[in-house]
């Protein structure tokens, strides 16, 4: 009896430790594991900014509508951003950056329709009496 309950106790204990191993993600991008929710959408990475880096590099390999782009130069900061190029989205882009001895912080923009651009107005034909 001792040794089913030790078993059971002993298979509880993996599955417990194997959910905190799951990988969440917020508006469907995947977090680096362990990473610390600073505010909506921003996070602090448990790996420094290469690590971070490959992590998103990794997940994304090979997908058509994902971008890396590097569009800052800061000394001493490392920064990149990622973009999401696809039509349907809960995504636009990921920054990724890091000050030197940091781990790295990322944060998830979130799409944001643009508005419609404004119609032309057409000349009313009161406007030409004038």
């Not at 106790?9 to 194997?18: I, R």
């Not at 000050?99 to 009313?124: C, M, Q, R, S």
Request: aromatic fraction near 12%; include cysteine.
């Amino acid at each position: 009896m001792s040794r089913l309950f030790t078993g059971v106790a002993v298979c509880a204990a993996m599955l417990f430790s194997l959910a905190a191993f799951a990988e969440d993600d917020h508006l469907g991008v995947p977090l680096v594991p362990w990473s610390k929710k600073l505010d909506e959408g921003r996070y602090k990475s448990a790996r420094d900014y290469e690590g971070t880096h490959k992590f998103f590099k990794d997940k994304y390999k090979g997908w058509r509508t994902i971008r890396f782009h590097r569009e800052v130069s800061l000394p001493h900061v490392k920064y990149i951003h990622i973009q999401n190029t696809a039509k349907k989205r809960k995504w636009d882009g990921i920054n990724i950056y890091a000050a030197p001895g940091e781990h790295a912080n990322f944060y998830i923009l979130p799409h944001v329709d643009k508005p419609a651009p404004p119609a032309d107005k057409k000349p009313t034909p009161d406007a030409d009496k004038k």
